[in-house]
């Protein structure tokens, strides 16, 4: 499989190349040149099969021959045995025909983990047989960065510095950073908000001489390995609720596109999905573009459910290349209105296909708090304030005839003042985790200041 950039002038890749660099040069981020099918026998016997067996074979049509299949079988098998549930990413029964699909039982309690372990893998084998070594450089508002730091803990290939805004992650998220030993991982925390940390990051990949010296890379989730790792988890899942002779709908939280745009994947792979559903909080540009036609910035506004605070959503990228039938140039007109004047409209047709394929639902800041509340009273389940924008967007839009799976994204003791203000107690931390507030931290304060970052991190480097 090759990997062609939506901006069309980027040079094509194999995967392991489109995985190791991650932003194309022209600016546009990476896909397959073709969507691989899965025969209707393949998806009937993914219900019955290991998360792994599934793994692979979702995968495997995507790697090429990056990895012989025994090395990549044992990548997957080593990726999710630190899961804490044997069914890696389990369903459980929320109401009638509505299903939550549990992706928090890796070692960070949100979902980032399960393309994260693999990639960590992934990375670690490919350097090492290239001889290579990379400076991974990470900028979080908090469940990207522990889970990169979880899966590069302690890997040989890799060096990982993280800048989170000081002051401004949950204890938890602070502590699943800062906790960890390895001489590897480094928590950075910044004298700034997660704007100036990623505007930071944004600097080193633009300082070119930096960039070579300490073989920058990034694993943010622009990063095509990361949503394909995510692709699985929409076949168990469906598989598990009568696909492919019954088609299933999915509802996402959603910040930066990449979880929905797997399932996306995976429907274009053959899976029959009727409804992908767009869950947004207050920051609903996604939501608006549906209801408009028209894909308009405007400021963020901090919300109990941080995760989905974003205005860019950078792989809506990838699916406006297939809305405008893979034409790059046409890709690169709207991404350059969209930095100059703030959006652009939509062509007719794309519209039509968008609201095709896509549904969207936008929900509060009370009615989230209600829904942790109410879905607590009714079925004991707590929810996180993520996956309870989720399920509240589901039950307005779904069609009780069709089964409903809502991603349940984190666990809710990553969120526990937002639980606790909804239901009046904080959620435990699952037993792998609950001696996190009895570890040491070790975490490095920073400035906002990019030489003074540069020189920390060449010194830190082995
Ligand atoms: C990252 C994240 C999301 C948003 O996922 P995207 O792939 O960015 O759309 C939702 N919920 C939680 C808990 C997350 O960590």
């Keep these: 499989m090759r990997y062609v950039s939506t901006r ?17 040069r022209d600016g546009g981020l990476y896909v397959p040149e073709t969507w691989p099918q899965l025969s209707p026998e393949t998806i009937r016997g993914f219900a019955a099969a290991p998360y ?15 990895f012989s299949e025994e090395e990549f079988r044992a990548m997957i098998a080593r990726a999710y045995a630190g899961f804490a549930h044997g069914a890696r990413c389990p369903l459980v029964q929320l109401a009638p025909n509505h299903w939550l699909l549990e992706l928090f039982h890796g070692p960070t309690l949100a979902f980032k983990d399960v393309a994260m372990q693999l990639i960590g893998q992934m990375f670690e084998t490919a350097l090492a047989r290239a ?23 302690g890997l040989g290939a890799v060096d990982v510095f993280i ?7 949950s204890d938890v998220q602070r502590r699943q950073m800062t906790t960890p030993g390895e001489a590897n991982v480094h928590a950075l925390a910044l004298d700034g908000d997660f704007d100036a940390c990623q505007a930071r990051l944004k600097d080193m990949f633009n300082d070119h001489a930096f960039r070579e010296e300490v073989g920058l890379a990034g694993v943010n989730s622009i990063n095509w390995a990361r949503v394909l790792a995510q692709v699985v988890y929409f076949f168990t899942a469906a598989a598990a609720r009568g696909a492919p002779d019954r088609a299933v709908s999915f ?27 767009i869950a947004t909080n207050q920051n609903d540009i996604l939501h608006r573009t549906l209801v408009d036609g028209a894909h308009r910035k405007e400021g963020v506004r901090p919300s109990i459910s941080p995760s989905m605070d974003i205005q860019v959503s950078s792989n809506f990228e990838r699916l406006l290349f297939d809305l405008y039938d893979r034409e790059g140039p046409a890709i690169a007109q709207l991404m350059s209105e969209l930095g100059t004047n703030g959006g652009f ?32 009273a009714r ?18 839009v779904r069609d009780p005839a069709t089964p409903m799976i809502t991603l349940a994204t984190a666990h809710p003791a ?31 304060r920073v400035p906002d200041d990019l030489t003074a970052l540069e020189t920390l991190i060449r010194e830190a480097r082995p």
């Design 8 to 24: 069309g002038t980027a040079p094509v890749l194999s995967f392991e190349d489109a995985m190791l660099s991650g932003l194309a």
């Design 52 to 66: 792994e067996d599934v793994a692979l074979s979702v995968m495997a049509p995507f790697i090429g021959d990056a």
């Design 131 to 153: 001889g290579r070594r990379v400076t991974i450089v990470g900028a979080t508002s908090g469940d990207t960065g522990s889970a990169a730091i979880e899966a590069f803990r």
């Design 163 to 169: 800048l989170y805004p000081d002051g401004r992650v």
């Design 251 to 277: 509802t996402v939280p959603t910040g930066n596109f990449g979880d929905i745009f797997a399932g996306y994947v995976a429907k274009r792979m053959g899976l029959p999905i009727d409804r992908l559903v």
């Design 345 to 376: 409209t939509l062509s007719q047709g794309a519209v039509a296909a968008l609201r095709a394929e896509f549904a969207s639902g936008r929900v509060g800041e009370d009615e989230t708090l209600s829904a942790i509340r109410d879905w607590h």
């Design 379 to 396: 079925t004991g389940e707590t929810l996180c304030p993520h996956t309870a924008v989720g399920v509240a967007v589901a039950e307005t």
């Design 414 to 444: 990553k969120f526990p003042d937002a639980v606790e203000r909804a239901i009046g107690t904080r959620p435990a931390l699952p037993p792998h985790m609950a001696d996190l507030f009895d570890r040491s931290e070790r975490v490095t």
